[in-house]
């Protein structure tokens, strides 16, 4: 064998053996961890999920099989509010938006305590997170459960949407 | 290739089960499809050992030096006589597997028969799920992962899929047919032998792709008959106390968001219709047979059954899950 063929193939192995590095791990059954509690920011869990390619995969899974879109459509909003703005009648962070999600909130909101199981409801809000813009744009699905006329989401120019005050919220035209 | 043998071995041995097998013919189409493939392997066989005779006697017959050649006698003409031979042989070949293809094509392929029994099967990651269509809306069934056909009967089936590429695929009954995202295919059977039989998706759909499997039975009409009358049945009520704890668990926790039981509150259409899974064979498509073990493995933490499965962790408690299980099991 030359050593030449021993460095080729060497080399062979090493990037067969790269893209195997960058794998996020599936974590298929949440963790144990106990009940979060309502309210609280912070909790590590948002951390965990939100960005995650899979589980914001799983969460638009849920958002149409649980009929989000019946009333916020596919982000849009109709019913409900739209979710692919900045504004957020309860909360926009991770803890807030499954706490909405598991409470319920006035006007139509209905609760999914004990409906959804907790590590379905930090799915869901991971992907009600995507349709904003939050997350990396690599941690995006590639697919769009809806029909839509515009490019998928992965291939758009997209930023995080800017936090404005009440006031310049206001002066805005509608 | 001794060390060939016992792989070889291996693949021969799983063509012996029987129920998940290309060579069965148990259906009209596979039946044809067989024919179809046994003129091709005699055609090709033949052209395949005529052209290796000619080429053994053209490197046994050794070519000799110029001087030794004896002079010509009239060969031109049996050549060319040869050569024409030749062609004909391979044109009269060619148009008879094209016509072999064609007619048994079109056979497949053909007009729907009026007395169809007709069956939407929807594809899900990882699992089948079946509609038998009736003209009244109310004799529709809905179950999962199973398929009961009345023997010698034609059966139409739509096929569609709710995510991505799957492949319907009853080997002993008719080739595979794919089912696309947003789109209708279908396929017609026409089961001839009575028997239990498996059917398996055959496009790689993700990581349960191996367990996404489909039990279909071939019986007498009568059985069928009975089958179908007992489908339509909604469940009954909970008659034991410890029944009736996982009746209410089912119907006011999780497993009615996604779970249908039909004559019950539980209405969710995105999983499996639970309302006879215990008269199935199996469950988690074919993942387990349907036992009373299986189930509270199942429902304990489907994750660990088939990792990756749509259905969630819960985490019920023991007295929950034994409720649970006691419930599904009076579901015949």
């Given at each position: 064998m030359s050593s030449r063929f021993r460095a080729v193939s060497a080399a062979l192995i090493a990037m067969v053996a790269l893209p195997s590095c960058d794998r996020e791990t599936r974590e298929n059954r949440g963790k144990p961890l106990p009940e979060s509690v309502p309210g609280i920011v912070g909790d590590p869990r948002a951390a965990e999920y939100e960005g995650n390619a899979f589980h914001i995969a799983q969460g638009q899974r849920y958002y149409v099989w649980m009929n989000c879109n019946g009333c916020h459509a596919h982000g849009g909003g109709g019913m409900g509010p739209p979710l692919?703005?900045?504004?957020w009648r309860y909360g926009g962070s991770m803890e807030q938006i499954v706490d909405t999600i598991r409470e319920g909130r006035p006007n139509g909101m209905p609760s999914f305590d004990q409906k959804l199981s907790e590590q379905q409801m930090w799915q869901l809000a991971a992907f009600v997170r995507t349709l904003s813009a939050q997350p990396r744009q690599d941690a995006l699905p590639g697919r769009a459960d809806e029909m839509s006329n515009i490019e998928p989401r992965t291939l758009d120019e997209r930023r995080p949407v800017e936090r404005t005050s009440p006031a310049a919220d206001q002066a805005r035209p509608r | 290739m001794r060390r060939l043998l016992p792989g070889l071995a291996a693949v021969a041995l799983v063509a012996c089960e029987g129920r998940q097998s290309v060579t069965g013919g148990d259906g009209l189409h596979s039946g044809q499809f067989n024919s179809l493939f046994l003129i091709f392997l005699l055609v090709t066989a033949f052209f395949y050992l005529l052209v290796i005779a000619f080429l053994v006697a053209a490197v046994v017959r050794r070519r000799g030096r110029a001087e030794d050649r004896p002079e010509k006698s009239g060969g031109e003409g049996g050549f060319r006589l040869i050569l024409i031979g030749w062609v004909a042989l391979v044109a009269l070949g060619l148009t008879g597997l094209t016509a072999a293809s064609y007619f048994s094509d079109a056979a497949a392929g053909g007009a729907r028969p009026a007395n169809a029994i007709r069956i939407a099967v929807t594809a899900n990651q990882w699992w089948w799920d079946v509609r038998y269509l009736d003209p009244v809306p109310a004799n529709t069934i809905r179950t999962a992962n199973e398929l009961h056909l009345p023997v010698g009967v034609p059966v139409h089936i739509q096929l569609k899929s709710n995510d991505v590429i799957h492949s319907f695929w009853v080997p002993n009954l008719a080739g595979k047919q794919d089912l696309i995202p947003g789109r209708i295919t279908d396929i017609t059977l026409i089961p001839r032998k009575e028997g239990l039989y498996r059917g398996q998706c055959?496009?790689?759909?993700?990581?349960q792709h191996a367990h996404m499997a489909l039990d279909v039975t071939v019986e007498p009409m009568e059985t069928f008959e009975a089958w179908r009358r007992s489908q339509l049945r909604p469940a009954p009520p909970p008659a034991t106390p410890l029944a009736v704890t996982g009746y209410n668990y089912i119907m006011t926790q999780e497993c009615s968001a996604c779970h249908n039981i039909s004559g019950t509150p539980a209405s969710g259409q995105v999983a499996p219709d639970l309302t006879h899974i215990a008269s199935r064979r199996s469950i988690g498509a074919g993942t387990f047979p349907m036992s009373r073990g299986h189930l509270y493995a199942w429902i304990a933490d489907p994750q660990s059954a088939k990792p990756g499965n749509h259905m969630p962790y819960v985490g019920l408690e023991p007295h929950e899950l034994h409720g649970v299980v006691a419930y599904l099991e009076t579901l015949k």
């Open positions: 692919m703005d900045a504004e | 055959a496009e790689f759909c993700g990581l």
